[in-house]
């Protein structure tokens, strides 16, 4: 039986508007980027770019600046899930309370088999298209891991639009990549950051770091070891102090910081950073096979 005309209409206006919400995607912005940023950079004299009216660093001119850790080199499919977000990637699975300019724009989410129990958050990619139907070859980007791709297979990475549009010169397809795991630590600025979470009580209290230059792999408040949970956040199950408290971060590198925290009860820039490591090789990054 034919259909009626009203059900014509309503498939009609159904496929117009489905295509009106994939023009969409990336957004104004994240076109602009592509626009901006589709070929490669002709010159090294500007390690700037511009993305909404703000500076980061440009990770296509520094990808190549970048030390890799270790020799492994991974290969699968490039997707693309999530728009820029406004300097935090509280909504994705590393729980980041913060995330700079460059971090906004070019993160990845890692696949479930690489995702390591959340160990890879805060660690780094460099990636670049394999695929020949890529319109944009051989352009390598940085970006942070913030997120877990669950339906992504081993090498998989899943990018942001702007990452995304940056490495293939595509809108968000399934195209193949290759990547392997780099130091990243030159495009974070700023201090370490902590926010309290929500449902802390005077007897068990929680905390999410962002912003640290290294991977955290240790913390310690007033001695006391914290324990990092799957999803971004340490866990303090002791009673709460009173007054400043004295926080220890260890990276997975082996550098180590002292902070001050004024209370726990509050959101704070801790005005701490851990110092430059030349050449030092995280120990919780991607998995392996």
């Not at 971090?103 to 890692?110: P, R």
């Not at 914290?226 to 408290?245: D, E, K, N, V, Y």
Request: aromatic share 12%; proline share 7%.
């Amino acid at each position: 039986m034919a259909p009626s005309k009203p059900t014509q209409w309503a498939n009609a206006l159904f496929v117009l508007a489905a295509l009106a919400t994939l023009t969409a995607l990336p957004t104004t912005a994240a076109r602009a980027l592509l626009a901006d940023q589709a070929t490669t950079p002709t010159s090294e004299d500007s390690l700037v770019s511009r993305f909404d009216g703000v500076d980061f660093l440009d990770p296509l001119q520094l990808a190549d600046k970048v030390p890799q850790i270790g020799s492994d080199s991974f290969h699968g499919d490039g997707t693309a899930f999530s728009d820029a977000v406004n300097n935090t990637g509280a909504a994705f699975a590393c729980s980041f309370r913060y995330l700079n300019n460059w971090a906004s724009q070019y993160f990845v989410a890692m696949n479930e088999e690489q995702w390591n129990d959340g160990l890879v958050c805060g660690s780094c990619v460099r990636a670049r298209c394999v695929d020949p139907k890529c319109p944009v070859q051989n352009v390598d980007i940085v970006a942070m891991v913030v997120d877990r791709c669950p339906e992504c297979s081993y090498g998989d990475l899943d990018f942001s639009y702007p990452a995304y549009s940056a490495v293939t010169g595509s809108w968000p397809n399934r195209l193949k990549v290759s990547w392997e795991k780099v130091d990243c630590s030159a495009f974070i600025d700023g201090t370490i950051r902590m926010w309290p979470k929500d449902g802390i009580n005077p007897f068990w209290q929680a905390f999410y770091f962002a912003n640290s230059k290294y991977q955290i792999q240790n913390v310690t408040l007033n001695g006391v070891p914290l324990t990092r949970q799957t999803f971004g956040f340490w866990i303090h199950p002791g009673t709460a102090p009173t007054g400043p408290s004295s926080l220890v971060f260890t990276a997975v590198n082996g550098a180590t910081v002292n902070a001050t925290l004024n209370s726990v009860w509050d959101a704070q820039d801790l005005n701490v950073q851990f110092p430059e490591v030349a050449d030092a090789a995280p120990v919780a990054t991607a998995g392996r096979r």
